[in-house]
C-alpha cells in the first residue's frame, strides 16, 4: 500500500518501512530514528554549490565575454547549455545511476562533480571549452535534484519530511541571496576564473564532509529502477508536475525581467538589486514557515501560499511604483515562492508513494522547462504588453496552478493530519482511537 505523507502513518514510520520489512531487514537504516540535521546542512551547501553555479555565469558576463574574446550573447549559452542539458539528461541518468549505485555514493560523486565542472570551467581557454565545462556542470545538476529529495525522504521519520525538506531547500535561497552577488564581486575584484574556482573548492570540501555525515539510505528498493510509467499513471503526481512547473514558469517570466520592470515602474537603477536580494532573503522565510507547516497542513498552507503570490504579482504594477509599496510586495513575492517549493517538493513525494524516485526525475525535468519557457514567456510579454504589466503576464500560470490545486485535494494536494482533524465533528473524534 502507498503511504501518504500526511496521512495514517505513525511517528515513527519511514516511506521506506513497508519495503524495507518486506525485504526482512532487521534494522532500520541510520537517520530513520531522528532528523540527521548535519547531513541536511550538507545537502543544504550542495543545493547552494548547484544553485550557485547556475547563476554564477549571468553577473560575470560581461568579464567572461572581454576574456574569451566573445559576444555577451555568446556567453549566454554557458547558461542555455546548462538548462538544456538537465532537461535531456535528468530522467535517464537518475533512472540508470539511481538503480545501481547507492543513494550516498550517488550524492557524494554528483557534488564531485560540480568541483570538476568548475575548475574546467575557469581553465578554460575559449568559448567551447566552456560550454563542455558547462554541460558537465548540468548534468550534475540534474542529478543531483533527481535524487536528493528522495535521499533525504528516506533518511528522516516520515512525518519530518517537510521539515527536512525546508533545511535542504534553503540552500537555495542563500545561493541567490547571498552567493551568486558574492561570487559576482568577487569576479569583479579579482577575476572570473577565481571565482569559479572558490565554487569548485567548496564543492570538493563538501564532498568530503559528506562522506563522514550523510547517512545510509535505504536500498530495499535497489533491484528494480524507477517506474516514469507507473508514476505518471498516478493522478496526484500528473497534477504537482504540471503545477509547479506553472508556478515556477509564472516566476521566471518575471524574475528574468524584473530591471525593465523597475524602470518601468519609475524606481532608479540601484532598485534592481536591491529587490533581487529582498526576493532572496524573503524566501528564506518562506521556508522557515514552510518547515513548521508542511507536514501538518500541507493544503491550506500550500493554496494560501500560491493565493497571495498571485496576488502580489497582480498588485505590482499599481502598487510597485514606489518604496514601500515595491518593497512589500517583494517581500510577499518571495517568501510565497521560497514556501511554495517546500509544500511542492512534499507534495510530489507524497503523490509518487512507492515511485517517488520516478516522481521526482519527472518534476526536475518538468520544473526546468517551466523555467525555460517561462523566461521566453517572460520575454513575449515584454514585447507585446510592455515592462510594465509583465506581472500580470506572469500571474495568468499562477492562477491556472491555483485552479489545479484547488481541484486536487484527494491525490496531488491532500489534508494533512491537522486538516483533516479539524475538519471532523466533535463526534467523529470522540469514535476515532487515541
Known sequence: MTQELSGSETPTQTPHSESATRSGASNPPAGTARIPRAGLLILAMAGFTAVTTELLPSGLLPQISR???????????????????IVITAL??????????????????TVLAFALSNVLLAAS?????????????????????????????RIVPAHSVGKAMAIVFSGNSFALAVG??????????????????????????????????????????????????????????????????LLLLGHFALFTYIAPFILAAGLPDTA????????????????????????ARPRGSVLTGVALLL????????????????????TLWGITFGATGIYNQAAI??????????????????????????????????????????????AVPLAVALVIIFASRHRGYPAGPREVRLSRSPKQLSRSPK
Not at 533512472?95 to 547507492?102: K, T, V
Not at 570540501?205 to 539510505?217: N, R, S, T, V
Open 67 to 85: 576574456e574569451l574574446g566573445v559576444e555577451e550573447s555568446a556567453v549566454g549559452s554557458l547558461t542555455a547549455a546548462y538548462a538544456a542539458v
Open 272 to 295: 534592481t538589486g536591491i529587490s533581487l536580494s529582498v526576493i532572496g532573503v524573503a524566501s528564506l522565510v518562506g521556508i522557515w514557515i514552510a518547515g513548521l507547516t508542511a507536514d
Open 125 to 153: 581557454p575559449n568559448l567551447g571549452l566552456a560550454i563542455a565545462a558547462r554541460l558537465l556542470g548540468g548534468v550534475a545538476h540534474g542529478l543531483l535534484w533527481s535524487s536528493m529529495a528522495p535521499y533525504v525522504a
Open 349 to 394: 513525494l507524497r503523490a509518487g508513494g512507492e515511485h517517488k524516485d520516478a516522481a521526482n526525475g519527472l518534476a526536475v525535468v518538468t520544473i526546468q522547462l517551466g523555467i525555460a519557457v517561462g523566461a521566453a514567456y517572460g520575454a513575449l510579454a515584454l514585447n507585446t504588453v510592455g515592462a510594465l504589466l509583465v506581472p500580470l503576464a506572469a
Open 92 to 109: 535517464p541518468l537518475s533512472r540508470f545511476l539511481g538503480a545501481r549505485m547507492p543513494r550516498k555514493t550517488l550524492l557524494i560523486v
Open 311 to 330: 496576488a502580489s504579482f497582480a498588485l505590482l504594477p499599481a502598487l510597485g511604483g514606489t518604496w514601500t509599496g515595491a518593497l512589500a510586495l517583494l
Open 180 to 245: 551568486a552577488p558574492l561570487g559576482t564581486m568577487m569576479g569583479s575584484v579579482l577575476s572570473w576564473r577565481a571565482s569559479f574556482l572558490v565554487l569548485a573548492g567548496v564543492a570538493a570540501l563538501l564532498a568530503l564532509l559528506a562522506i563522514k555525515l550523510l547517512p545510509p539510505a535505504s536500498e530495499a528498493d535497489r533491484d528494480s529502477a524507477p517506474s516514469m510509467r507507473a508514476a505518471m499513471a498516478l493522478p496526484g503526481v500528473i497534477a504537482v508536475a504540471t503545477a509547479w512547473p
